[in-house]
Nanobody
Framework: QVQLVESGGGLVQAGGSLRLSCAAS????????MGWYRQAPGKQRELVAR???????NYADSVKGRFTISRDNAKNTVYLQMNSLKPEDTAVYYC????????????WGQGTQVTVSS
C-alpha cells in the first residue's frame, strides 16, 4: 500500500512564501513523475508543476518564475517552493506521483489548503 502525505499549507499574506512537501511511503521500488495540482472553489483541478524522474520540469504559465518544484529521491519526497504568492493562488494543493511498486500506480495526496490574503 502506497500513501502520500502532504504538509506545509497554511495562511499567508500576498507576497509571502510557503513550501509544500509530499512524502510517499510503502513498498516502493521507484517513482517516475511527481507533480503538484491545485483546485480552487468552483474550478477544475489544474496542473501547477511537474518533475520527471530525470528532473525535467514544467510549470503552469500562471506560476512560472514564482514556484519551484524539486524532488529528493532518497526520501521519496517532492517539494513545491511558492514565492510571491497571490490571492489567486488560493486553492487546495494536491501532490501526485506515478509509483512503481507491486505495479505502476498513480497516487494522490490528501490535499493541503493554501490561502493567500490580500
Amino acid at each position: 500500500q502506497v500513501q502520500l502525505v502532504e504538509s506545509g499549507g497554511g495562511l499567508v499574506q500576498a507576497g509571502g512564501s510557503l513550501r509544500l512537501s509530499c512524502a510517499a511511503s510503502g513498498s516502493i521500488f521507484s517513482i517516475n513523475a511527481m507533480g503538484w495540482y491545485r483546485q480552487a472553489p468552483g474550478k477544475q483541478r489544474e496542473l501547477v508543476a511537474r518533475i520527471t524522474s530525470g528532473s525535467s520540469t514544467n510549470y503552469a504559465d500562471s506560476v512560472k518564475g514564482r514556484f519551484t518544484i524539486s524532488r529528493d529521491n532518497a526520501k521519496n519526497t517532492v517539494y513545491l517552493q511558492m514565492n510571491s504568492l497571490k490571492p489567486e493562488d488560493t486553492a487546495v494543493y494536491y501532490c501526485n506521483m506515478v509509483v512503481v511498486a507491486a505495479y505502476v500506480g498513480n497516487y494522490w495526496g490528501q490535499g493541503t489548503q493554501v490561502t493567500v490574503s490580500s
